[in-house]
């Protein structure tokens, strides 16, 4: 630690911790750095890390279910991607990284922040990069590079910084959707449970024009490669719909396939050696969107639906065995949400750490978020230049983008890593 950093420590040890409290309250920082100040000694995460603190700070919901993390923001790509990605020059300039929106149930404004906030973009490499997916603090993004045949992804931790980032190798195979025919149709990071050491598995699935098998794909940080291809036969006949970062929930990864009737899961071990299918009784109807995973109270996999004259419904799976036999309504609890004040609605994200869904209102472009728990519904985005973040322009036509990763921090996982890197360091 710097000597500057030590003696502002040091004096700060002199006061009492309410008046800490009202330091950090009070002081004009961000979230950001409100995170990265409870990285610098044990008090100070003691004191920031209170959940009567960060409720008023605005940054944890008062029925926030996990106390040991809560919602930051979303990382999102700033315009459209262009059609041909330049090579980088000898200058290597930073264009175009992935931007951040710090974004919050208790405050409706918001701000954006450029990725070299948490992540230097040294020489380019995060140029073009799209975000894909986000678990327990760790950010999987996609790097897009002028060689479309191979696949380059990263994982990073963006409040530890450029320590964290990791490139990941190529997949062996070619996956360029136009000489080899496959389309890459999901993915999804999944981290050590227990925090014991920083090892990541890193999934996607691609579809196969030839077969119209599904294909997936794993890499392991701690063999530093990745896997031979699974083939699905399961999902033989089946359409991914849905979002394509899968939903993590004990270290088993859930996507979303449409049958003709139902929809049913694509289930994957964490460590890929287990496959499985899971049909869900939500009927598949046409002008519908399909219903928008989400986990609830002891990890239990659920599914909300808009059902007819928009209307919210939630299904409960009521054992997370993860079979693939055919359960029927008798394995799911059912429920109303609530009918909703708006119309024409379409589910953007789901904050697991405060079980709240956000929406967004078509017609007149707002965001809306309803906690599952208290079912409480509020305003979070109103109709301004806030709203710009989810949409992309080419040419002159306006048209909603897709590429946003709702971003969460675990404080287990921040403090581990954190370790980690400060044991490297040394």
């Known amino acids: 630690m710097a000597k500057s950093k030590r003696r502002a420590v040091d004096a700060a040890g002199v006061l009492s911790d309410d008046l800490m409290r009202e330091i950090f309250a009070r002081v004009a920082w961000g979230v950001l750095d409100l995170v990265r100040c409870a990285g610098t000694c044990t008090r100070w995460f003691r004191l920031i890390s209170c959940p009567a603190f960060l409720r008023r700070v605005g940054i944890s919901s008062e029925n926030a279910c996990h106390r040991s993390s809560f919602l930051l923001g979303a990382f ?23 931007r951040f929106f710090k974004l919050s149930t ?12 948490f992540i230097p973009n040294k020489n380019g490499i995060f140029n073009y990069a799209r975000p894909l997916a986000a678990h327990r603090g760790l950010l999987l993004v996609e790097r897009l590079t002028h060689d479309w045949q191979k696949l380059h992804l990263a994982v990073c931790h963006p409040l530890i910084g450029e320590r964290s980032t990791r490139l990941l190798a190529p997949p062996p195979q070619d996956l360029d959707p136009i000489n080899v025919g496959y389309y890459m149709t999901g993915y999804a990071i999944v981290t050590a449970s227990n925090h014991v050491q920083p090892t990541f598995q890193v999934h996607f699935t691609i579809e196969c024009y030839d077969d119209k098998l599904v294909y997936v794909f794993s890499y392991s940080s701690a063999m530093d490669s990745w896997s031979a291809p699974i083939k699905c036969f399961q999902t033989f006949g089946l359409t991914r719909c849905g979002p394509r970062a899968g939903m993590v929930n004990s270290d088993i990864v859930h996507w979303l396939y449409r049958g003709n009737t139902n929809f049913c899961t694509l289930n994957i071990s964490a460590d890929a050696t287990h496959v499985s299918l899971t049909k869900i009784p939500i009927q598949v109807k046409r002008g519908l969107s399909p219903p928008f995973p989400c986990i609830l109270g002891e990890g239990k996999l659920s599914f909300v639906n808009v059902r007819d004259k928009d209307i919210l419904e939630l299904w409960t799976k009521r ?16 429920s109303e949400l609530m009918p909703l004040e708006v119309k024409g609605i379409e589910i953007l994200y789901f904050a697991e750490s405060s079980c709240v869904i956000f ?31 989810f949409y992309s322009y080419v040419g002159y036509e306006k048209w909603r983008d897709q590429s946003h990763v709702l971003y969460e921090l675990d404080w287990p996982s921040y403090l581990f890593h954190l370790s980690a ?5 040394q």
């Open 421 to 425: 890197r400060s044991h490297e360091v």
């Open 106 to 117: 208790e405050q409706t404004r918001g701000e954006r922040l450029t990725f070299t906030k």
């Open 76 to 98: 999102y790509i700033p315009e459209a991607t262009p059609i041909k990605i330049p090579k980088l020059g000898k200058r290597r300039k930073s264009h175009l990284p992935p």
């Open 319 to 334: 054992e997370q065995d993860n079979d693939h036999s055919w359960e029927g309504k008798e394995g799911w609890v059912h």
């Open 359 to 389: 929406m967004l209102q078509k017609e007149c472009p707002s965001i809306f978020a309803l906690n599952l728990v208290s079912k409480k519904m509020e305003h979070v985005i109103e109709e301004d230049g806030n709203m710009s973040m």
